[in-house]
């Protein structure tokens, strides 16, 4: 690939070392970029808050960050940015509103676009607590289907995140792709050979469960009937409510961590278990994984197609109410070799490492 293309990341980027899912994709795509010296600069916009006025969204200008560069821009400089640099690639990481300038500018600049797709709004639906208004799905359904129909390479994060695409829309197969999110080295390089004595230690991550119904009563309710045996749930997420003193075993709630703290927090513990919503992928399952955790998922979880059960992990059924629960006693009665299972799980993402899922990229950029 010719270095001096310029690339141009487009989407809503967060400094933050707490994140995960689309934005923590956009962040390490763009930090991989810069440290390899492509001419990458990352595009995000004045949204909506309390301390941003209409005079921000439309002619704002605020650099973020300096190396690597992020801009944010209001509508009018967005327009004036591209005509005056004229990018080569144009990589839209995760869908937004303000990129529909950008599909317009399509159709008067030549330059390559690529669109990741973490979500689809259909999926995003069923699993929402709050109804959006009919103007705003429609908004994000034209999204959509403008990224579709104008994208010169459609790049999905797992086989399920595409096939439900195909379901709802007409997709040209030749222009798709699958790339999924990728592994940090230090979870792989602080992995370590667990010790699988009880009280076994189960991790659920929920980070918005005012807004998605991520089936956490779905896991109380299993875990309830496992009494007799002793274990403990630990859940990160903000918002949490659950009377713990209903509860006969122990839970512990945190807080998200920075990457430091998470790394220690993940040492002894043993399980990471999803509910019952749709994920196209989870880049935080596939960390765990990467540090030994054993993986409890289902069909509807992106990156439950790695997972071979009883090998590398387990998978559950959502259909099945007593699937879950049937799975917890045979853990607890010692059916599985469980030390073998974790060091599986390792091996199973060494292909998701950043490293990796950078050179797929670049071969994009290339072509």
């Not at 605020?62 to 190396?67: D, G, K, L, P, S």
């Not at 994984?289 to 439950?304: E, K, L, N, T, Y």
């Amino acid at each position: 690939m010719n270095e001096k293309k310029q690339i141009l990341l487009v989407g809503r980027f967060n400094p933050s070392d707490t994140l995960t899912g689309p934005e923590k994709y956009g962040k390490r795509l763009l930090e991989f970029l810069s440290e390899r010296n492509y001419d990458v600069v990352f595009l995000d916009f004045f949204f909506k808050d309390k301390n941003v006025n209409i005079w921000k969204r439309l002619f704002g200008e605020q650099i973020v960050n300096e190396r690597p560069l992020v801009i944010k821009y209001g509508i009018f400089r967005i327009i004036l940015f591209f005509f005056k640099t004229k990018p080569s690639i144009v990589h839209i990481i995760n869908l937004e509103s303000f990129q529909f300038v950008i599909f317009f500018l399509k159709y008067f600049i030549n330059f390559r676009l690529l669109t990741t797709f973490h979500g689809l709004l259909k999926k995003e639906i069923e699993g929402s607590f709050y109804k959006r208004k009919f103007n705003v799905k429609l908004k994000i359904k034209i999204l959509e289907s403008l990224a579709l129909k104008l994208s010169d390479k459609l790049i999905f994060v797992s086989k399920l995140l595409e096939e439900k695409f195909k379901e709802e829309y007409k997709i040209d197969i030749t222009r798709s792709v699958i790339i999924s999110g990728g592994i940090d080295e230090e979870f792989f390089q602080q992995a370590k050979n667990k010790n699988f004595n009880e009280p076994y230690k189960f991790i659920f991550y929920d980070p918005n469960p005012e807004y998605v119904n991520r089936g956490f009563d779905q896991i109380l309710k299993s875990f309830e009937k496992m009494k007799s045996y002793d274990f403990e749930l630990h859940v990160i997420g903000k918002g949490f409510k659950h009377d713990k003193s209903n509860t006969k075993f122990r839970v512990f709630y945190y807080q998200p961590f920075q990457k430091a703290k998470l790394l220690k927090f993940l040492e002894d513990k043993h399980f990471i278990v999803k509910g019952n919503a749709f994920d196209s992928f989870s880049i935080f399952v596939v960390e765990c994984m990467a540090s030994g955790i054993i993986p409890i998922v289902h069909r509807d979880i992106g990156m439950s197609s790695i997972i071979e059960n009883g090998i590398n992990g387990f998978i559950y059924k959502l259909d099945n109410n007593e699937s879950l629960e049937i799975l917890f006693k045979n853990l607890f009665q010692g059916d599985y070799d469980l030390e073998k299972i974790s060091s599986n799980c390792i091996k199973s993402v060494e292909s998701l490492r950043w490293s990796n899922i950078l050179k797929s990229y670049l071969n994009i950029y290339a072509k």
